[in-house]
C-alpha cells in the first residue's frame, strides 16, 4: 500500500504537474509539498482538501492515507 505522500506524488505526476506548479496551485511551498509527498510532514485538513480538489480526488480517500 501507497503512503499519502507517495499516492500525493503519483496523481500529481499523472496529471503532469510539476512540483513547484502544483504547490502554487494550493497555496504551499515547493519544499512543504515535497516534504509531504517524502512522508516527512503532514497537511492539515485544509490543505489536504486543496490537493484533492485539484487532483480531482475525494478528500475521504486521502484522508484514509493519512497516518
Same mark, same amino acid.
Given at each position: 500500500?501507497?503512503?499519502?505522500?507517495?499516492?500525493?506524488?503519483? *496523481?500529481?505526476?499523472?496529471?503532469?504537474?510539476?512540483?513547484?506548479?502544483?504547490?502554487?496551485?494550493?497555496? /504551499?511551498?515547493?519544499?512543504?509539498?515535497?516534504?509531504?509527498? *517524502?512522508?516527512?510532514?503532514?497537511?492539515?485538513? =485544509? /490543505?489536504?482538501?486543496?490537493? =484533492?480538489?485539484?487532483?480531482? /480526488?475525494?478528500?475521504?480517500? *486521502?484522508?484514509?492515507?493519512?497516518?
Amino acid at each position: 500500500m501507497k503512503t499519502l505522500g507517495e499516492y500525493i506524488r503519483k *496523481l500529481r505526476e499523472d496529471k503532469d504537474f510539476s512540483l513547484r506548479e502544483f504547490a502554487k496551485k494550493i497555496e /504551499v511551498t515547493a519544499t512543504f509539498l515535497s516534504d509531504i509527498e *517524502l512522508g516527512k510532514r503532514y497537511p492539515s485538513d =485544509a /490543505v489536504l482538501k486543496e490537493i =484533492a480538489k485539484n487532483l480531482e /480526488v475525494s478528500f475521504e480517500a *486521502l484522508k484514509e492515507l493519512d497516518n
